[in-house]
């Protein structure tokens, strides 16, 4: 086989298992019903399911990128499949909604390892074969945005023909196919630093991270409401972590999270600071309209997976599309675009509170599409104009970061809004919500500027 039909099956591979987290990201948003139903359990703790795959995804993209870094790409791409595998088997059998949600953050922590290990093997294969490293890095980028725009369907499927257990069920074979495509055909790992297992420790800010997890943890508590009566206590809790996380990580080096690159880099602060606001917006109607669907209607999980079909489509389709428009009108004019729709559809989610007829569903699924293919790779490009080339790995894991917070912000408001059930009144609440932090997004996007050093 030659090196060029070995890079384009490494890259098979590196897209099937990078594809997972935003999959599996994705997947669960018709299924937080049923696990209602199974589990007995209201709004607010049903989605502890979602949370707490992101807060395990925002705290292990930057340290499996500096892992892989250290003990090499493939090795770490393959244990990570691995755990995922291992994981998903097992899950199903969780005997409480506790353990459930212990078996989203592992199999969180696993596909964490995909993304930033693919950027640096892809790297690696692009130098070995003398070719540019910009296609097989949008076929990875593709997939990502992809599968998480097909995750309603695939899941609605899953969930209406199996059950929610499908939906870790899936990721065995998935999970094994990358292990196996990328153990055969992605070429071996260099020579890595090898060092102790107190220097791993010491060198992986373990503090920086239990202080980034522990601040979100329990200021999510505390707008949850989780333990009745202490909520100004926790928030005050996770006030005082955070700020002890921001003095350690500006003088903890290497840094868990490296607040000194967003403090000499403005461009980069509001392009992360606009991605995550925009993230938060989208994920209101990713995780949101599926419970209302279910809960108001009546639809089944299949149908509300079809339902979300457009969504898919649209933004599969605004990829390419917004990556020309990016070459002859710029990022900027994209970004600003982009997030004008998406203020603008937002908006035009109100009409769900008065009729939920499929049409209208499909239409709005639909335009919501558009700004998220569209702002979803100017973003990215975004980020990548504003870093310098030595800068680009750190910066790639903060991005992903700012997806991460951006969906946990929308699923704590969803419960804060919906704590007993989303119906018409709490969606016209999530829609207010959404529209006042498209504006925020607009007004942080005009701010932005390409960086010119």
């Known amino acids: 086989m030659s090196n060029k039909s070995r890079t384009g099956l490494a890259v098979a591979g590196l897209s099937l298992g990078t594809a997972l987290n935003p999959l599996n990201s994705s997947m669960i948003a018709v299924a937080l019903v049923v696990l209602r139903a199974d589990f007995g359990l209201d709004v607010a703790a049903v989605t502890w399911v979602i949370t707490s795959f992101y807060l395990s995804s925002a705290a292990g993209q930057p340290l499996m990128g500096r892992l892989a870094d250290r003990f090499g790409p493939r090795r770490m791409f393959m244990l990570g499949m691995g755990l995922v595998a291992v994981t998903c088997a097992f899950a199903p059998f969780s005997p409480n909604f506790a353990l459930l949600c212990v078996a989203r953050a592992v199999m969180a922590l696993g596909t ?52 929610w257990q499908a939906l870790f069920l899936i990721n065995v074979p998935l999970a094994l196919a990358a292990l196996l495509i990328v153990r055969q055909v992605a070429p071996e790992d260099g020579a890595r630093e090898r060092g102790s297992l107190a220097e791993l420790v010491r060198d992986s800010d373990i503090p920086g991270i ?34 002890l996380f921001v003095w350690r990580e500006l003088r903890f080096n290497p840094p868990f999270l490296d607040l000194r690159l967003l403090g000499r880099n403005r461009p980069l602060m509001l392009v992360y600071l606009g991605f995550a606001v925009f993230s938060s917006v989208y994920y209101f109607v990713f995780f949101g309209l599926p419970q209302l669907l279910q809960e108001v209607a009546g639809y089944d999980p ?40 998406l203020t603008t559809v937002a908006g035009l989610m109100w009409l769900l509170t008065t009729s939920l007829a499929i049409p209208l569903v499909l239409a709005l699924t639909a335009l919501m599409g558009v700004p998220y293919g569209a702002v979803s790779i100017a973003s990215n490009q975004g980020m990548f104009v504003s870093t310098r080339p030595q800068e680009r790995g750190v910066a790639a894991g903060i991005f ?9 912000t929308a699923t704590v408001l969803i419960g804060v809004f919906a704590g007993g059930g989303v119906d018409q009144s709490s969606w016209g609440l999530m829609v207010l919500a959404m529209v006042v932090l498209g504006v925020v997004t607009f007004l942080i996007t005009l701010l932005w500027r390409e960086r010119t050093e």
Do not use: H, K
């Not at 390892?113 to 540019?132: H, L």
């Not at 992903?400 to 946990?408: D, L, N, S």
């Open 112 to 163: 964490a390892t995909a993304y930033p290990s693919a950027v640096v093997m892809i790297g690696a294969m692009a130098r070995r074969d003398g070719m540019e490293s910009s296609r097989p890095l949008g076929r990875i980028q593709m997939a990502n945005t992809s599968a998480a725009a097909v995750g309603p369907v695939i899941g609605g499927l899953l969930v209406g023909l199996v059950g």
């Open 210 to 243: 239990l202080g980034f997890v522990g601040s979100l943890l329990l200021v999510m508590m505390a707008l949850l409401n989780v333990v009745p009566g202490y909520r100004w206590w926790l928030l005050g809790g996770g006030t005082v972590m955070a700020a």
């Open 302 to 341: 299949g149908l509300v997976g079809l339902l979300m079909l457009p969504l898919a489509a649209m933004s599969v389709l605004a990829t390419p599309w917004a990556v020309r428009a990016m070459q002859r009108f710029g990022v900027r004019q994209v970004l600003i675009s982009g997030v004008g729709l």
């Open 400 to 408: 992903q970061t700012c997806r991460y917070v951006g969906a946990i």
